[in-house]
């Protein structure tokens, strides 16, 4: 089977982690689909920079994730 060139590549959370630490940014990510949810932990700080969110972004898409959201704290359980 030949894929179309427009497919999108498979996503992987642990080669996206890898590139966002090439680029200084270290951080957990967690895969849900093609859902990119990254945890900076201590390098949250850094994605106040338009530029490194953007490229986050771009990273993201060329490892197979068509969104990316950021947690910035832990979940904390059942807020209402």
């Known amino acids: 089977m030949i894929a179309a060139e427009n497919t999108p590549p498979a996503s992987s959370a642990a080669a996206l982690a890898a590139a966002l630490a090439a680029e200084g940014l270290r951080c ?3 895969e849900r689909g093609r859902l990119a949810v990254l945890r900076p932990g201590a390098a949250a700080i850094a994605l106040a920079d338009p530029v490194l969110r953007r490229r ?4 993201a898409a060329a490892h197979g994730f068509s969104h990316v959201a950021l947690e910035l704290a832990p979940s904390t359980g059942d807020v209402r």
Do not use: Q, S
């Open 56 to 59: 986050a972004a771009e990273l």
């Open 28 to 30: 957990d990510v967690e």
